[in-house]
């Protein structure tokens, strides 16, 4: 809202295990994810993509490099601070159990602004509610709910307190094309109707056509991009990696 | 953040009643026994409240004690009392013990417990003109062959007016047979608490217990309207001689009370400790059942991480369901306790301790204590656990499979051993140092050792589990294998599940090892002092009429009789027991040895022996003075002689029956020692000493075999109570056994739908949790046998000195708890494995 840019990243590297177990998830990554876009980073699985997501989002720490949301660095931050963070400047949407079992649609939604302790804002929670057109089902628990119905809930749930940034991990991995197409058109709409930043992770191109940007990752570290993408181009730059990947490994 | 808390506890029922169970046990018991104390308290008062006039009139330094006496005050005082300005009436008491009045059955009414009294019937109201014991039916009786019964008493024993009953007594008149010419009672409600009272005409009275002296023990002096009991208290005591002293009701009643319920207070104590138990044993259930409510909503717990929840909130929101679970434990833990009470009272009325006219007390403090003790308790053990939530990544919403971080368990072993040797000290404190209030540093110095075995138990237990696995590879292939790599997966829940079960085990051994030596104790006691051939007592040593004494000494074949008598009071400002013997005939059944001094010097003087271990503990020799309270007043007594400690004699000082009779103590026998002359007819004079006793129902005439079986029976009823309380907190531990193994089959539900997809069938599956649960429970017993074992060994030292000189280990009781264990692993892994082997292998797949 009153961030410059929404998020910066320099030089990021992660490592995960030990000795010969040892893998380099992140390895050098530079990256700037602009406001008010809808951006999405792909990459086949081992990329780096998850990775890079969480490190973001202040759910993980990466070795070095330097992570900076709007005017805050994350790196040095202490669990509190980071958690501060979580609670007030970022949303998220996972791929699947996204919601608390036992709360009411209407309470997972406004499951952050409870958490923060914050009053919510007359009219955006109908806004919201009225964007994901679930109005009717606010008191139902989320087994009584469809898997779409449930991202969507998630996806209102990111939006209602007002994020600097929204991250979406693989949200419509679980879902059919059709739920999963209200889904991506919801938070396409958020981002032109409200100017919300979000940045998505994914591996289907159908999902990455919706997008501003698509940022492309291979073996932890940025290998393309395109703007404006449609779901060809994207299909043509995620085959050549394929192949490319193939070939390094027949050597 | 407060309403999800609520929320998810109550998605969650059936697995937090196992959990408030154990609150609900420990917070009734303590709630039931101060109910108890507190209406003990409350019709104890009121009783003596009722059974004193407004002024007491009796020899100074009578109310010390609650021993009978023999002392008397002489009737021609009563009209100088009556006289005194201010009261309405005097009137004389003459009140004894040991009057028994033979029910239609034969046996006699009450007398074990509560007193069997007999006295004078006077109309004299009692104080503040409280209704008093009155006539509610017939007449008051006039002559001698005529009595006046208390109406619980007439109607427990099944006579009414105009029936003949007979009556047993402690006086030179051992048997009658009386008339029942009237029931006395309590007209609004009260009652002698179990208490029999038989009422004589007064001359009666004074010759059945004072020797036909016209006198009597205390006089009641009855205010006028307007007088205070202390305004009539000081103007009575104007006229009264040196020697008596008076006494306002009230202070009379309150020193009687205060007397009484301090020796009856061991039974609020007995019953809080167990509570203590059962809330110890209870609090291992709640952490249990908390850490593994924490694992499985990880994922969940994590979400409301990631979406910002401070690590401080989520620890909060266990915590808020711990305290709601606290206050709903406490609420039904009262409700508990009432129904508690009432079995109490119920199973003291049995024994004589009749409360049921006194209405429940259920008191603020109750209230207060049970939702202190419940809520407090739950979140003490739910902290740990809470704690753990703070761990909890963010980022493990995300992941699949979430394991929490665990710490070291050498950390936990480190402290585990910490506790264990502070324990250790503070109970080798206890026994060879004088703390003061030693039983209560002996107690926390046991409470710490087990705290710190459980704690340390995952390590201690490391090498049984690791057997066990092994030996379930060999027995029952790929199913026994799985089953020790579960139990080997956790070996904290293992080991906290198996050490709720090791407390109540380890209390058991102990009781047994206790019991068991102490029975033994008794028998080697017996056989290597009683040097007679027979005695004459009862099992609580209840004093009997001195003729039965002279006419034993008249059957043919009796060589020699021995009387003992005893009565409980202060030496030297602590209390002792005084025994009173005839230093001419003990030698001849007893086997006494004499340190230094003489036995015959105890034949007349002021004169007393005193034990080895009194004279080490107080520092006494031959020629010091002993300052004893005795009827006749306190007095001094020189010490000639000094005796080894024997069994049979208890620590205690001993004087001379002469002696025994001047201070004032009533001429009434506790034992009776009987030997036969050589070559005299065992059978004969068996048959006679048994027609002696026949009509005196609570005597029975024993060999040395029948003393020590008779001596052994306390123990057995003392180890039944206990055993009884003690399976309490083993049921809660057993429901712990339950509740874990019910809660990791809802943990593990994909990986066992995993397993019957693969072709585990439902057989294998129940097969697989039942032989985990039996490792559990055999390691808490295993456990619990072994500390129980060193408790045992370590109480005994310390109670060598009291008699308990004998260690038997019954090994075969022992052995007998690790077999049942097996059994109640068995029995308590079968809701569990049913549950594991009927889950749906689809829907267990595809679980979240």
Not at chain 2, 192 to 207: K, P, V
Not at chain 2, 640 to 648: F, I
Request: aromatic share 6%.
């Amino acid at each position: 809202m009153t961030w410059t840019a929404a998020a910066r990243v320099v030089d990021l590297v992660k490592t995960y295990g030990a000795g010969n177990a040892q893998v380099r998830a992140l390895d050098g990554v530079t990256v700037d994810f602009v406001r008010g876009e809808f951006t999405a980073v792909m990459g086949p699985s081992g990329s780096g993509k998850s990775t890079l997501m969480h490190c973001c989002a202040a759910l993980d720490t990466a070795d070095s490099g330097t992570v900076q949301l709007g005017e805050t660095r994350l790196t040095g931050l202490s669990d509190d601070e980071l958690t501060r963070l979580r609670r007030d400047e970022i949303g998220f949407v996972f791929q699947s159990f996204n919601l608390v079992p036992t709360l009411t649609a209407k309470e997972n939604i406004l499951l952050p602004l409870s958490i923060a302790g914050r009053r919510r804002e007359p009219g955006w929670f109908e806004t919201v509610v009225e964007t994901v057109d679930l109005g009717d089902r606010l008191g139902h628990k989320p087994k009584e709910l469809s898997g779409g119905q449930q991202q969507r809930i998630a996806v209102a749930r990111a939006l209602v307190s007002r994020p600097a940034i929204v991250f979406a991990d693989e949200p419509t991995g679980n879902l059919d094309s059709r739920s999963g197409a209200e889904v991506l058109g919801l938070l396409r709409r958020s981002a032109d109707d409200h100017g919300q930043t979000i940045v998505m992770v994914t591996h289907d191109p159908v999902a990455a056509a919706y997008t501003d940007r698509v940022v492309f990752l291979a073996d932890g570290q940025v290998v393309d991009e395109l703007r404006q993408p449609d779901r060809e181009q994207v299909l043509e730059v995620m085959t050549a990696m394929t192949a490319a990947q193939l070939a390094a490994g027949t050597d | 953040m407060l309403r999800a808390a609520l929320k998810s506890l109550l998605g969650r029922k059936l697995r937090l009643v196992m959990s408030t169970f154990a609150i609900v046990l420990g917070v009734g018991f303590v709630s039931g026994s101060l109910i108890f104390g507190d209406t003990l308290n409350r019709s104890f008062t009121a009783l003596f409240a009722s059974t004193v006039g407004d002024v007491v009139v009796r020899p100074a330094g009578a109310g010390d004690s609650m021993a009978p006496s023999t002392v008397t005050i002489p009737a021609s005082l009563q009209p100088n009392l009556a006289a005194v300005e201010g009261a309405a009436r005097a009137d004389g008491n003459i009140t004894a013990v040991g009057v028994y009045v033979i029910g239609e059955n034969g046996q006699p009414v009450g007398g074990n417990g509560p007193p069997a009294l007999g006295g004078n019937y006077s109309d004299a109201p009692a104080g503040h003109g409280l209704e008093g014991l009155e006539l509610v039916d017939g007449r008051m009786p006039e002559r001698t062959g005529e009595v006046a019964i208390d109406d619980l008493t007439a109607e427990k024993a099944g006579y009414e007016v105009g029936d003949t009953v007979p009556l047993v007594t402690t006086t030179a008149v051992p048997e009658m047979e009386v008339e029942l010419v009237g029931i006395l009672g309590f007209s609004h409600g009260g009652s002698l608490n179990g208490a029999t009272f038989t009422a004589f005409d007064t001359r009666t009275a004074q010759e059945l217990f004072l020797d036909g002296e016209d006198a009597f023990h205390d006089y009641w002096v009855t205010a006028e309207d307007g007088v205070t009991q202390e305004e009539l208290r000081e103007r009575v005591a104007e006229v009264l001689p040196d020697d008596l002293e008076a006494v306002t009701g009230d202070e009379a009643a309150d020193e009687a009370a205060t007397e009484l319920l301090e020796q009856l207070s061991f039974i609020t104590t007995f019953l809080l400790i167990f509570a203590v138990i059962a809330l110890v044993v209870g609090s291992f259930l709640i952490v249990n059942t908390f850490s593994i409510l924490v694992a499985q909503r990880s994922r969940e717990l994590a979400l409301l991480r990631a979406l910002g929840a401070s690590r401080r909130q989520v620890k909060r929101m266990v915590l808020v369901e711990a305290f709601v679970l606290g206050l709903v434990g406490a609420a039904l833990g009262l409700g508990l306790g009432v129904l508690l009470f009432i079995g109490i009272r119920f199973a003291f009325a049995q024994f004589g301790l009749d409360l049921s006219t006194t209405p429940m007390v259920f008191s603020p403090t109750t209230v207060l204590a049970a939702v202190a003790i419940g809520v407090g308790v739950t979140m003490f053990a739910a902290w740990l656990p809470a704690r753990r939530t703070g761990r909890i990544p963010p980022v493990a919403a995300l992941r699949d499979d979430v394991a929490l971080p665990e710490t070291t368990l050498r950390r936990r072993f480190g402290i585990g051993s910490l506790a264990v040797v502070a324990g250790g000290a503070a109970i080798g404190l206890a026994l060879f140092g004088d703390p003061p209030k030693a039983g209560y540093v002996l107690g926390i110095g046991a409470l710490a050792v087990l705290l710190g075995v459980a704690a340390a138990s995952p390590v201690l237990g490391r090498p049984v589990v690791a057997g066990a696995a092994t030996l379930f590879r060999r027995l029952h292939g790929t199913v026994g294998r799985l089953a020790g790599q579960n139990l080997q997966r956790n070996p904290r829940r293992t080991a906290a599940t198996a050490s709720a079960l090791m407390i109540g085990l380890a209390l058991c051994t102990t009781m047994a090892i206790v019991g068991s030596s102490a029975k033994a104790s008794v028998d080697e006691a017996v056989a290597e002092n009683f040097v007679g051939d027979y005695v004459v007592s009862n099992v609580f040593g209840v004093g009997f009429s001195p003729t039965i004494a002279e006419r034993a000494g008249k059957i043919d074949g009796v060589a020699s009789v021995s009387r003992i008598r005893f009565q409980y009071t202060e030496a030297d400002g602590e209390g002792t027991v005084v025994q009173g013997v005839d230093p001419a005939t003990l030698t001849d059944t007893l086997d006494i040895r004499l340190e230094s001094g003489e036995l015959a010097s105890l034949d007349h003087g002021r004169r007393v022996l005193v034990s080895a271990g009194t004279a080490e503990e107080r520092g006494l020799t031959v020629g010091d003075e002993v300052s004893i309270d005795v009827p006749a007043g306190e007095g001094d007594f020189t010490v000639s002689g000094v005796y080894a400690d024997n069994p049979l004699l208890d620590e205690a000082y001993l004087m001379g029956l002469t002696t025994f009779t001047e201070a004032g103590w009533p001429e009434v026998d506790n034992f009776v020692f009987v030997g036969l002359a050589g070559g005299a007819d065992r059978a004969a004079v068996k048959e006679g000493l048994d027609a002696l006793v026949e009509k005196q129902a609570m005597l029975s005439v024993k060999d040395q075999e029948g003393l020590a079986e008779e001596a052994r029976g306390p123990i057995d009823t003392m180890l039944t109570l206990i055993y009884g309380l003690l399976a309490l907190a083993l049921v809660i531990a057993v429901l712990g056994i339950v509740n874990t193994l019910a809660l990791s089959v809802i943990e593990r539900t994909r990986e066992i739908g995993l397993l019957r997809a693969i072709g585990l069938s439902r057989r294998q599956m129940r097969r697989m949790i039942r032989l985990e649960s039996m490792v559990i429970s055999f390691l808490g017993a295993l456990l619990g046998v072994v500390l129980g074992l060193v408790f045992g060994w370590v109480l005994l030292t310390d109670l060598a000195d009291e008699g308990l000189q004998v260690i038997s280990v019954p090994v075969g009781q022992l052995v007998g708890f690790l077999a049942v264990s097996l059994l109640v692993g068995v029995l308590a892994a079968v809701f569990p494995a049913r549950r594991a082997a009927r889950l749906d292998v689809l829907e267990a797949i595809s679980t979240e």
